[in-house]
């Protein structure tokens, strides 16, 4: 049996956390099945990060570190990972369900003339197989998929579902060397948006807002309860179509799927096409004047209350706790 190799994402220099999850998921996995670890980077002066690898498992660190590839694309990454490919020949590929795994594996796969299994939240290996489960039908069964015997197979791990561990030592870097490919597609300028807020993909705690909110102004008592837990600000559906906040923010089966350690929805009923994006969540905290909001379903806490009157109290009462009061 191969080895596993990881695809670790940096954007600006740091590496994205979603992938330390997948670096120590593959490290369990090398571990059980007595195989090597490698983890690959691509971009440019990202030796330092490189250097890191090790402690959170990786046997070996490949690293193409060129000016081509100061900023995504999916031709020169893609090219960059399949020449990892062929150095390691593992029997899977690693890397996070965020906006770039999603689309450099299955350009890479395609490379590859492998198979994909996209968004999983487990996976092993089973009698030289890669094994994984996904949520299929907007969260309501879990589909049990795998790549077939002694196929290469590329996995992408959905973020918030597999912890992060450091293990300490070091791993060696070793420069990996890309032939000429054509990058037809090239980024001239990222332009951030001013005030950037966290990605509701990846955070630990998401504070969701929705039509109950009643006006777009009142966002603001979100954006409060969010700022006082650190958490990023969320929406459904219906205030996003209506303009009261940017896609961005759009958790559900058309928009993120989040997988937090903690999810309050404000004012949210609670249709499917939502609940496909955050039933994942490790705790549910549903606020709602109508007790028989379909939230309440999933939800671990619920208060039937109005919002209005519920989020202030609830983001006063955290910052006195905070202050010790």
């Given at each position: ?16 956390r979603a992938?330390l ?10 571990g059980?099945?007595?195989?090597e670890?490698?983890a690959?980077?691509v971009?440019?002066q ?13 046997a ?9 590839f100061s ?7 893609s090219a ?5 490919v062929?150095?390691v020949?593992?029997v899977a590929?690693?890397?996070?369900a ?7 594996s299955?350009?890479?796969?395609a ?5 994909c299994?996209?968004?999983?939240t487990?996976v ?23 790549g077939?015997?002694?196929a290469l197979v590329?996995v992408?791990l959905?973020?918030?579902v597999f912890a992060?561990?450091?293990v300490?030592?070091?791993?060696p870097?070793?420069p990996?060397?890309?032939g000429?490919?054509?990058?037809r ?5 990222v332009i951030?948006a001013a005030g950037a ?8 705690i998401?504070v ?7 006006a ?8 409060e309860l ?14 996003v179509d209506?303009g ?8 559900g ?28 969540s490790k705790?549910?905290v549903a606020i709602n004047?109508?007790?028989d ?13 109005d919002?209005f009157?519920?989020?202030p ?12 009061g």
């Amino acid at each position: 049996m191969g080895g596993i190799l990881v695809f670790v994402e940096q954007r600006d220099g740091v590496i994205r956390r979603a992938s330390l999850e997948a670096l120590s998921e593959a490290r369990r996995l090398a571990g059980a099945a007595g195989v090597e670890l490698t983890a690959v980077i691509v971009g440019e002066q990202v030796a330092g990060l490189a250097a890191t690898l090790g402690k959170y498992g990786a046997a070996k660190v490949l690293l193409a570190d060129e000016g081509r590839f100061s900023r995504y694309s999916p031709e020169g990454y893609s090219a960059a990972v399949g020449a990892a490919v062929e150095r390691v020949q593992p029997v899977a590929v690693l890397m996070a369900a965020s906006a770039m795994g999603r689309d450099l594996s299955g350009r890479l796969a395609a490379r590859l003339n492998a198979g994909c299994l996209a968004d999983v939240t487990k996976v092993w290996l089973e009698d030289g197989r890669v094994v994984a489960q996904r949520p299929v039908y907007s969260g309501k069964a879990l589909a049990t998929v795998d790549g077939g015997e002694g196929a290469l197979v590329v996995v992408t791990l959905r973020p918030n579902v597999f912890a992060v561990e450091e293990v300490g030592g070091e791993a060696p870097v070793e420069p990996l060397v890309i032939g000429e490919t054509p990058i037809r597609a090239v980024t001239r300028e990222v332009i951030a948006a001013a005030g950037a807020e966290l990605d509701v993909a990846e955070a630990d705690i998401v504070v969701s807002g929705g039509r109950g909110l009643r006006a777009p102004e009142n966002f603001s008592l979100v954006r409060e309860l969010a700022g006082v837990l650190g958490a990023a600000v969320g929406a459904s559906r219906a205030v996003v179509d209506a303009g009261w906040i940017d896609h961005a923010h759009q958790v559900g089966q058309t928009g993120k799927v989040v997988s937090p350690s903690l999810y309050i929805a404000c004012g949210i009923s609670g249709a499917i096409q939502h609940m496909a994006g955050m039933s994942s969540s490790k705790v549910i905290v549903a606020i709602n004047k109508d007790a028989d909001a379909p939230i309440f379903k999933v939800a671990d806490y619920g208060v039937v209350g109005d919002l209005f009157e519920v989020v202030p109290a609830m983001s006063e009462a955290l910052r006195e706790l905070k202050s010790g009061g």
